[in-house]
């Protein structure tokens, strides 16, 4: 069983910078961030292949976030720039052994608790 405890949500303006952290218990091929607003499905953010290290982003976030891990602690980061208040969302880090789709909450069976951002003047 996999344990993921995510952690470096909090409050910050437009145009600022979060990073968040999820300590994984173990290894998982893939890992991603999943993030839900209030009255909205939960969407795929970042994903990425720990094999190789490919990465996969949903349109909405490319080049304004970015997805990386520390294999040596399993630990999966969230680096999010220029963060809009349309990124408000609890954001929720999860792993999978295999995936049909790298965004696809579908393919994830393990999930954490998941950790608030709110962006807002």
């Known amino acids: 069983q996999m344990e993921l405890v995510e952690s470096g949500g909090g409050s910050v303006q437009p145009g600022g910078s979060l990073r968040l952290s999820c300590a994984a218990s173990g290894y998982a091929r893939w890992m991603g961030w999943f993030r839900q607003a209030p009255g909205k499905e939960r969407e795929g953010v970042a994903s990425i292949y720990t094999d190789f290290g490919t990465t996969y982003y949903a349109a909405s976030v490319k080049g304004r976030f970015t997805i990386s891990r520390d294999g040596a602690t399993n630990t999966l980061y969230l680096q999010m720039n220029s963060l809009k208040p349309e990124d408000t969302a609890m954001y929720y880090c999860?792993?999978?052994?295999?995936?049909?789709?790298?965004?696809?909450?579908?393919?994830?069976?393990?999930w954490g608790q998941g950790t608030q951002v709110t962006v807002s003047s």
């Open positions: 999860a792993a999978a052994d295999g995936v049909l789709g790298p965004l696809s909450k579908l393919s994830y069976n393990y």
